[in-house]
């Protein structure tokens, strides 16, 4: 509509500037793809190179435990997409968990950190295993000593905080590492961008259905997730199917109190999830079908049929981008 009243314009100067407009964003992004629901990652993020390379030694370290067994690592592998493959991430002393560790690629998208969005930002979020009893069951102290002792981390922190090794310092290191893991140039974002062959036959079909279908009302954004809360069996109750309610199933409740927030989780990326089985908040979903099933039954309230269940299958493993920690 906005190119046929340009048209009637009679070849008016407005015209022609809006044309060579166009000719030069098409020239540099391919053909726009305009009011989609998802976008391209970021090619670059606003990181600190020297925080950057001090967090991941840090993210690295299983000094940061109590027992020095359990690194950030552990339950969040990066060469393997970012979380560890267990259904329940195992903490010190084999203590299991109490949800599925969610990928840390593109975690500094999310506006809320953990299944239950309880801290705002990644520095909050580091508080949280560093000092749970059941991941690496550290007292910030204890860390700062033993940081202190090592032989390098005393230098490296003085060269890039002023007041060298504290508990801001140590988060504000590892949060700027994380934020670093994002993981544009997948080939969803190419056929964004404009590439036709990036995506086949297949996964243009699965994207459609995914719209269709109402997953993007959702999964939506450049991180297709990651920007809302939303309440697990909204059409057909999971919890009363599964049985067993622990209190990490009452999700962002047990923050609030609010009975509008009992089962409600962040709604997760899907950026990473071809990379990062099992799924759900639980891990009990095995497989990317068994999740797309699991949200057609709780979350659409609707059947669909095999095939259109394999084309979103086969969509969602378009959106795995590239980052060096993938082949470190």
């Known amino acids: 509509m906005q190119h046929t009243r340009i048209w009637h314009c009679s070849r008016t100067l407005m015209f022609s500037l809006v044309s060579v407009v166009l000719a030069a964003l098409i020239m540099l992004s391919g053909t726009l793809r305009a009011e989609e629901p998802l976008s391209p990652i970021p090619q670059q993020v606003?990181?600190?190179?020297?925080?950057?390379?001090?967090?991941?030694?840090?993210?690295?370290?299983?000094?940061?435990?109590?027992?020095?067994t359990i690194s950030c690592a552990s339950c969040h592998d990066l060469a393997a997409g970012g979380s560890d493959g267990r259904k329940i991430s195992i903490g010190i002393e084999g203590r299991p968990g109490?949800?599925?560790?969610?990928?840390?690629?593109?975690?500094?998208?999310?506006?809320?950190?953990?299944?239950?969005?309880?801290?705002?930002?990644?520095?909050q979020q580091i508080d949280g295993p560093i000092q749970s009893s059941f991941e690496m069951?550290?007292?910030?102290?204890?860390?700062?000593?033993?940081?202190?002792?090592?032989?390098?981390?005393?230098?490296?922190?003085?060269?890039?905080?002023?007041?060298?090794?504290?508990?801001?310092?140590?988060?504000?290191?590892?949060a700027e590492f994380i934020r670093s893991l994002v993981t544009?140039?997948?080939?969803?974002?190419?056929?964004?961008?404009?590439?036709?062959?990036?995506?086949?036959?297949?996964?243009?079909?699965?994207?459609?259905?995914?719209?269709?279908?109402?997953?993007?009302?959702?999964?939506?954004?450049?991180?297709?997730?990651?920007?809302?809360?939303?309440?697990?069996?909204?059409?057909?109750d999971y919890f009363k199917k599964r049985g067993d309610i622990t209190e990490a199933d009452l999700g962002r409740y047990v923050i609030t109190g609010n009975d509008d927030d009992r089962h409600s989780f962040k709604v997760p990326s899907l950026r990473m999830a071809a990379l990062t089985p099992p799924y759900l908040h639980d891990g009990n979903a095995a497989t990317l079908r068994d999740a797309v099933d699991a949200m057609f039954e709780f979350q659409l309230g609707r059947e669909a049929p095999d095939e259109d269940k394999d084309a979103i299958v086969a969509f969602i493993k378009t959106l795995v981008g590239k980052s060096e920690e993938l082949s470190k």
Not at 46 to 68: C, T, Y
Not at 104 to 113: H, L, R, S
Not at 139 to 162: C, E, G, M, N, T
Not at 213 to 231: E, L
């Open 98 to 123: 109490k949800v599925n560790s969610p990928t840390v690629f593109n975690a500094g998208m999310n506006f809320k950190q953990f299944w239950d969005g309880r801290a705002n930002t990644l520095e």
């Open 184 to 236: 544009p140039n997948s080939r969803f974002d190419k056929w964004l961008s404009g590439d036709e062959s990036a995506l086949s036959a297949l996964e243009k079909r699965g994207y459609a259905l995914f719209k269709d279908y109402g997953c993007s009302s959702c999964h939506q954004g450049a991180n297709v997730g990651g920007n809302m809360f939303q309440v697990f069996g909204v059409l057909n």
């Open 46 to 68: 606003d990181a600190d190179p020297e925080k950057v390379r001090l967090g991941r030694a840090l993210f690295h370290d299983p000094a940061l435990s109590k027992d020095g």
């Open 137 to 174: 069951g550290s007292l910030w102290p204890d860390v700062i000593a033993k940081l202190y002792r090592d032989a390098d981390y005393p230098k490296l922190f003085k060269k890039i905080y002023p007041d060298g090794i504290n508990r801001k310092n140590v988060k504000n290191a590892i």
